[in-house]
């Protein structure tokens, strides 16, 4: 009994420091990531000599705001930032609303071929994106909409993911749902749009996170389907200052203040939805 009486103070104790060891490790780890991102945003508001001697400082000696004054009132970077938002709309839009539709009908209609379309899109997405480059190329040039918003952004209107996404999130809602608004007489189309489709709000949000980002990041599929100074996007513009587009010179705080700044669309709708990202969905139907 005395050494159980003596054991039993000591596992608060283990348990406190296992919790304080295992919040010692994350806070590293979060130090290591956030930390490439303090300097990014640090150095944007240094000058080009302090950024090339002093490049780990996260305080600069000297603030300006020269490298935004001159992204927004000397550079095209503007242009670059209209020209991403009116695609990245888009195509968020676009990705939602088609692959919501064809995820339903993967997930709920009957039709021959059914699975022979479920395995392509499963091997599709496993093809790496650089590969269909080149075809994406020649049908963007046969079809006649090379150097457009519509080359722009028609190839990217349809993702595999999505699809895959929104078909798994269709078949985990109750089938009994649809069936009691095909006896009140709803069609396909009008059980998909005022059924199903408020309860997949989850999957939704999470399109729309992954839409967003990818085509706001996107860059090989720009390379390829425009040449025109008027159309270009931020990913395109920001790779071309990386290789001294505007002067001569390392521009690290030019440079890293259109990083920055191409940062903070994705971040805030990242943080604003971050909790309703494929959570359960509400009003479940018992069977």
Known sequence: MSAVTIAHPRRPW????AS?????????????????????????????????????????????????????????????????????????????LIDSMAGYALARLRFTGRSLVFAGLVAVMAVPNVVLLIPKFL?????GIYNSFAGLIIPLL????????????????????????????????????????????????TIVILSFQGSWNELSHFIVASQDPQLVTLTKG?????SGALSQGTQYPLKLAAAAIMTIPVAVLFFVFQR???NQSSGAVKE
């Open 238 to 242: 920001v790779a071309q200052l990386a």
């Open 20 to 96: 304080a060891l295992t919040y010692a490790v994350l806070t590293v780890i979060a130090a290591v990531y956030i930390f490439p991102f303090l300097i990014q945003v640090a150095t944007s508001f240094k000058t080009d000599a302090e950024a090339a001697t002093n490049a780990l400082s996260l305080l600069p000696q000297t603030w300006t705001t020269a490298a935004y004054e001159r992204l927004f009132l000397r550079s095209d970077f503007p242009l670059w930032f209209r020209n991403s938002v009116i695609v990245t709309v888009v195509v968020t839009a676009g990705r939602v």
């Open 139 to 143: 049908v963007i040039k046969q079809v």
């Open 158 to 205: 349809a993702d595999a993911a999505g699809i895959f996404i929104m078909k798994n999130f269709f078949e985990s809602i109750p089938a009994s749902v649809e069936e009691a608004a095909r006896m009140d007489g709803a069609g396909t189309f009008r059980v998909y749009w005022s059924i199903v489709l408020p309860m997949a709000r989850p999957a939704l949000v």
């Open 14 to 17: 283990r348990r406190t420091a």
């Open 276 to 278: 309703r990202i494929m």
